[in-house]
């Protein structure tokens, strides 16, 4: 008899975007076109699925970076989080989300041998540039290029 294999990290952070994404679609539909707008009413970005999501991201990050993940998983899944902001046509709000989500990954980023990391620095910095970045992906950053500085 076989032995099912639990999911990997990587597979359970698609699976978490995948939910977050219906989510997001599923707030954005329940609100009026001027919601927010003045102050009057929930702005878009008030719903309670991105608190849920940003709890549910830090447990996955948080059980990766206490146990013992294999490298390739590991990494495949601080790349996703990296580049979730991009790889679909989110909603404005969903994307700075995922922006200020990437911090979930300082933890785990010292887990990755140096060239993991190496290659994980040079897509990032080709995807966001000195001029776009925000403080947190500052910070991941430099959490790539450990070794590198």
């Given at each position: 008899?076989?032995?099912?294999?639990?999911?990997?990290?990587?597979?359970?952070?698609?699976?978490?975007?995948?939910?977050?994404?219906?989510?997001?679609?599923?707030?954005?539909?329940?609100?009026?076109?001027?919601s927010?707008?003045?102050?009057?009413?929930?702005?878009?970005?008030?719903?309670?699925?991105?608190?849920?999501?940003?709890?549910?991201?830090?447990?996955?990050?948080?059980?990766?970076?206490?146990?013992?993940?294999?490298?390739?998983?590991?990494?495949?899944?601080?790349?996703?989080?990296?580049?979730?902001?991009?790889?679909?046509?989110?909603?404005?709000?969903?994307?700075?989300?995922?922006?200020?989500?990437?911090?979930?990954?300082?933890?785990?980023?010292?887990?990755l041998p140096?060239?993991?990391?190496?290659?994980?620095?040079?897509?990032?910095?080709?995807?966001?540039?000195?001029?776009?970045?925000?403080?947190?992906?500052?910070?991941?950053?430099?959490?790539?290029?450990?070794?590198?500085?």
């Amino acid at each position: 008899m076989e032995e099912e294999r639990a999911p990997s990290y990587a597979q359970k952070l698609r699976d978490l975007l995948d939910e977050y994404e219906t989510a997001v679609r599923q707030a954005r539909a329940r609100k009026t076109p001027g919601s927010g707008l003045l102050g009057f009413g929930p702005k878009r970005g008030d719903d309670p699925c991105h608190e849920a999501f940003d709890q549910k991201l830090e447990a996955l990050f948080a059980a990766m970076a206490a146990g013992d993940p294999p490298v390739e998983d590991a990494a495949d899944a601080i790349g996703l989080l990296l580049r979730a902001e991009e790889d679909r046509p989110w909603p404005e709000e969903a994307r700075w989300m995922l922006v200020a989500a990437q911090r979930h990954a300082l933890p785990v980023i010292p887990l990755l041998p140096g060239a993991q990391r190496r290659k994980l620095l040079l897509e990032y910095r080709k995807r966001y540039p000195r001029f776009r970045r925000l403080p947190v992906q500052d910070q991941v950053l430099k959490a790539l290029a450990r070794d590198e500085l």
